[in-house]
């Protein structure tokens, strides 16, 4: 897949979200995964990684931005190899799913132990409605822990632990060109979805498919 170059563009995004869920569209910031001159990394520093949670609506602008100016460059570089980690042990269970085989144990163990951390950085909010009468409204919220380094990465994991608890895992595919590979959630009416993107991959396979057949 191709993204657009530069991630440093406010009304560009900088991410190429068609895998229809953030979780997948997660998996997809290491692109050419399966490249025999190996992947590349799309999540290159801590910014990315906002950018990323940010233009998938996990994390809100101001939010965002409040973590660029005051997570430490330190803090930065663990948070991202920790979502680092974290995306790999999601791609391998997905991938293992699209190919119909078990997840391998230390990968199911880490998505557990983010899961479960991301439910532990969580307020129980009340709020009282605009009447303030009955009913009152209860969420969970990031609260407090929203100033931390990790809120990227237990945004990640709330999003990716509804994908792998629900029915749409059965609609999760792997992009039908060898060289992409991208996840995506197939919606279409008959689950026949075979590219990322049709504009991108799908055309690029139909004209590889005309120029064999010309070749003939
Ligand atoms: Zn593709």
């Known amino acids: 897949?191709?993204?657009?170059?530069?991630?440093?563009?406010?009304?560009?995004?900088?991410?190429?979200?068609?895998?229809?869920?953030?979780?997948?569209?997660f998996v997809n910031t290491l692109d050419d995964r399966f490249a025999a001159?190996?992947?590349?990394?799309?999540?290159?520093d801590y910014?990315?990684?906002?950018?990323?949670?940010?233009?998938?609506?996990?994390?809100?602008?101001?939010?965002?931005a409040a973590l660029a100016r005051s997570v430490s460059p330190a803090g930065a570089v663990r948070a991202l190899r920790a979502a680092r980690e974290f995306r790999e042990a999601l791609a391998a269970v997905l991938y293992a799913g699209v190919?119909?085989?078990?997840p391998a144990s230390a990968d199911v163990l880490l998505l557990e132990r983010r899961f479960q951390d991301a439910s532990r950085h969580r307020e129980l909010c009340w709020q009282r409605t605009v009447a303030n009468t009955?009913?009152?409204l209860v969420s969970w919220q990031w609260g407090r822990f929203a100033r931390q380094a990790d809120l990227p990465l237990w945004t990640l994991a709330q999003s990716a632990s509804e994908l792998v608890l629900s029915q749409a895992m059965e609609r999760v595919r792997a992009c039908g060109?060898?060289?992409?590979?991208?996840?995506?959630?197939?919606?279409?009416?008959?689950?026949?979805r075979r590219w990322c993107d049709m504009k991108v991959c799908g055309n690029r396979m139909?004209?590889?498919?005309f120029q064999a057949r010309q070749a003939q």
Do not use: I, Y
Not at 37 to 44: K, T
Not at 47 to 64: C, N, W
Not at 99 to 102: F, T
Not at 177 to 192: E, G, M, P, V
């Open 177 to 192: 060109a060898a060289t992409c590979r991208w996840l995506f959630l197939d919606t279409s009416k008959n689950h026949t």
């Open 99 to 102: 190919a119909g085989r078990p």
């Open 206 to 209: 139909k004209a590889r498919r």
């Open 47 to 64: 910014g990315d990684l906002l950018r990323f949670a940010a233009q998938s609506q996990l994390v809100d602008a101001r939010q965002a």
């Open 37 to 44: 001159d190996g992947p590349v990394e799309r999540l290159g």
């Open 1 to 25: 897949m191709v993204m657009t170059a530069d991630p440093e563009a406010a009304t560009t995004p900088a991410f190429n979200l068609c895998g229809g869920h953030p979780a997948l569209d």
């Open 134 to 136: 009955r009913p009152v």
